[in-house]
T-cell receptor, first 110, second 115 residues
Framework: SQQGEEDPQALSIQEGENATMNCSYKTSINNLQWYRQNSGRGLVHLIL?????REKHSGRLRVTLDTSKKSSSLLITASRAADTASYFC??????????FGKGITLSVRP | GAVVSQHPSWVICKSGTSVKIECRSL??????MFWYRQFPKKSLMLMATSNEGSKATYEQGVEKDKFLINHASLTLSTLTVTSAHPEDSSFYIC???????????FGDGTRLSIL
């Protein structure tokens, strides 16, 4: 079964608005990662947050991690049309194996 | 940054054909690579872990004889879909971490269509 479960499943916003995506997981983790996938392409790593971290920033991205609630959120500020893509959270288990959530489809309208 | 190259990007072939997909780490050595399968508008499902110098580890429900994995060197893993059938049509993606538990680098995927 999928470890990560994102919500919402689909999100449509206007350019310039912020986009918030949530992810929940079930077991203990070493770290949680967020990836982006443009249609028909491979995944691109966005940000990694370790289990002992609570918040991390990278450019317009802000990730939070609440291990007590087994949840994480990804915030994209000042969204752009180019941010349109699918976003996946993934937890890292043994042997670097990633378990992906179902993904969120983000559409940013120009 | 670390780059993973996957080839071919698209393949269309007849039912019964075997298809080989290559995954190469271009600027780092990858003792471990991962193979995923992705259906349209769905998430990635891990198929197997490719280990250099040893047998691949397959996830539950993945047929070892159908999906042959060979980690030929520290920079190359191949996935061969044997005697492919239309139900094997999918998007296959490989990935490799530079270091254990670090972010993984993904190939651009291979879209396999079996007629």
């Amino acid at each position: 079964s999928q470890q990560g479960e994102e919500d919402p499943q689909a999100l449509s916003i206007q350019e310039g608005e912020n986009a918030t995506m949530n992810c929940s997981y079930k077991t203990s983790i070493n770290n949680l990662q967020w990836y982006r996938q443009n249609s028909g392409r491979g995944l691109v790593h966005l940000i990694l947050i370790r289990s002992n971290e609570r918040e991390k920033h990278s450019g317009r991205l802000r990730v939070t991690l609440d291990t007590s609630k087994k949840s994480s959120s990804l915030l994209i500020t000042a969204s752009r049309a180019a941010d349109t893509a699918s976003y996946f959270c993934a937890t890292t288990g043994a042997n670097s194996k990633l378990t992906f959530g179902k993904g969120i489809t983000l559409s940013v309208r120009p | 940054g670390a780059v993973v190259s996957q080839h071919p990007s698209w393949v269309i072939c007849k039912s019964g054909t075997s298809v080989k997909i290559e995954c190469r780490s271009l600027d780092f050595q990858a003792t471990t690579m991962f193979w995923y399968r992705q259906f349209p508008k769905k998430s990635l499902m891990l198929m197997a872990t490719s280990n250099e110098g040893s047998k691949a580890t397959y996830e539950q429900g993945v047929e070892k004889d159908k999906f042959l994995i060979n980690h030929a060197s520290l920079t190359l893993s191949t996935l061969t879909v044997t005697s492919a059938h239309p139900e094997d049509s999918s998007f296959y993606i490989c990935s490799a971490p530079v270091r254990h538990r670090e972010p993984q680098h993904f190939g651009d995927g291979t879209r396999l269509s079996i007629l």
